[in-house]
């Protein structure tokens, strides 16, 4: 996975949202680096790194452990936003001793049901090869339903060239792979459910239905030690819209549970 590492101290790995970027976290990141070496990622099929035809939790999981065997990092935090969440959580869950401390943002480990199709169909119906400007890009998405501040979010995958636009994401790849990326794959009802026992906080948004009293249940058997924090006035994008609220939970959260 493409990733900026930045900052000295205990590693800490920072993994953003479906249609996002490693740039999602960048506030978080800073606000972390003179204490941590912060590792922020491309989620494959995202930014810069590579795409994928075959996109699953596991996998996923997989490909962290492989990052931090790349950067010689024996154990790390993880911190993920909704989708990144997952990854955060899987890779938890399938490396136990790799993981310190699991921070899940508005997140659950948990089946969606699908929630995408409007962003899908307006990034698909935009024509690249006729695009003139951002600005019509913008246009299009709004026209396709979407509001100002999802569709300026999903501009930012949209890369120009000197032969035109294009998409920094896999597009297609994401859709191909939707249904998995909505889905778990942990189930609490079998004998040989996975559980991780050490330190995890789950941070919801006051106003986001991401998180409810519905997955309780699946959050406490998956994740024992688990600790809950609600930011009031905030929906699913919490850490954008109260930062400095957001920032300074995450970083209460890590100095308390150091390795020493």
């Not at 949209?158 to 920094?168: A, C, I, P, V």
């Not at 009802?189 to 906080?201: G, H, I, S, V």
């Not at 400095?244 to 209460?252: D, L, M, P, T, Y």
């Given at each position: 996975?493409?990733?900026?590492?930045?900052?000295?101290?205990?590693?800490?790995?920072?993994?953003?949202?479906?249609f996002?970027?490693?740039?999602?976290?960048?506030?978080?990141?800073?606000?972390?680096?003179?204490?941590?070496?912060?590792?922020?990622?491309?989620?494959?099929?995202?930014?810069?790194?590579?795409?994928w035809?075959?996109?699953?939790?596991p996998?996923?999981?997989q490909?962290?452990?492989?990052?931090m065997?790349?950067?010689?990092?024996?154990?790390?935090?993880?911190?993920?936003?909704s989708?990144g969440?997952?990854?955060a959580m899987?890779?938890?869950?399938?490396?136990?001793d790799?993981?310190?401390?699991?921070i899940?943002?508005?997140?659950?480990?948990?089946?969606?049901?699908?929630?995408?199709?409007?962003?899908?169909?307006?990034?698909?119906?935009?024509?690249?090869?006729?695009l003139?400007?951002?600005?019509?890009?913008?246009k299009?998405?709004?026209?396709?339903?979407?509001?100002e501040?999802?569709?300026?979010?999903?501009?930012?995958?949209?890369?120009r060239?000197?032969?035109?636009?294009?998409?920094?994401?896999?597009?297609?790849?994401?859709?191909?792979?939707?249904?998995?990326?909505i889905?778990?794959?942990?189930?609490?009802?079998?004998?040989?459910?996975l559980?991780y026992?050490?330190?995890?906080l789950?941070?919801?948004?006051?106003?986001?239905?991401?998180?409810?009293?519905?997955?309780?249940?699946?959050?406490?058997s998956?994740?024992?030690?688990?600790?809950?924090k609600?930011?009031?006035?905030?929906?699913?994008?919490?850490?954008?819209?109260?930062?400095?609220i957001f920032?300074?939970?995450?970083?209460e959260?890590?100095?308390?549970?150091?390795v020493?």
């Amino acid at each position: 996975m493409h990733y900026i590492s930045s900052g000295k101290g205990s590693a800490v790995i920072l993994i953003h949202g479906l249609f996002g970027n490693l740039d999602n976290l960048k506030g978080l990141g800073k606000s972390l680096e003179e204490n941590h070496q912060v590792v922020r990622v491309d989620v494959p099929n995202h930014g810069l790194s590579p795409h994928w035809q075959k996109m699953d939790y596991p996998l996923l999981a997989q490909a962290v452990i492989e990052l931090m065997d790349s950067l010689h990092l024996e154990r790390a935090h993880i911190l993920g936003h909704s989708m990144g969440g997952k990854i955060a959580m899987a890779t938890a869950l399938g490396y136990p001793d790799r993981v310190t401390s699991l921070i899940a943002a508005d997140i659950a480990p948990v089946s969606y049901e699908q929630r995408h199709d409007k962003v899908f169909s307006g990034l698909e119906g935009i024509d690249l090869t006729g695009l003139k400007s951002r600005s019509d890009a913008l246009k299009q998405l709004s026209a396709a339903g979407l509001d100002e501040g999802t569709a300026q979010f999903l501009l930012k995958n949209l890369s120009r060239t000197d032969e035109g636009f294009n998409w920094k994401m896999n597009l297609a790849g994401l859709k191909s792979c939707y249904r998995d990326l909505i889905a778990w794959y942990n189930d609490i009802e079998a004998e040989d459910f996975l559980q991780y026992r050490k330190p995890t906080l789950f941070i919801r948004g006051g106003d986001s239905d991401y998180i409810t009293s519905e997955h309780r249940q699946a959050i406490m058997s998956q994740f024992p030690q688990v600790q809950a924090k609600t930011i009031e006035g905030t929906g699913h994008w919490l850490h954008a819209q109260k930062p400095a609220i957001f920032n300074r939970i995450v970083s209460e959260f890590l100095a308390k549970h150091e390795v020493k």
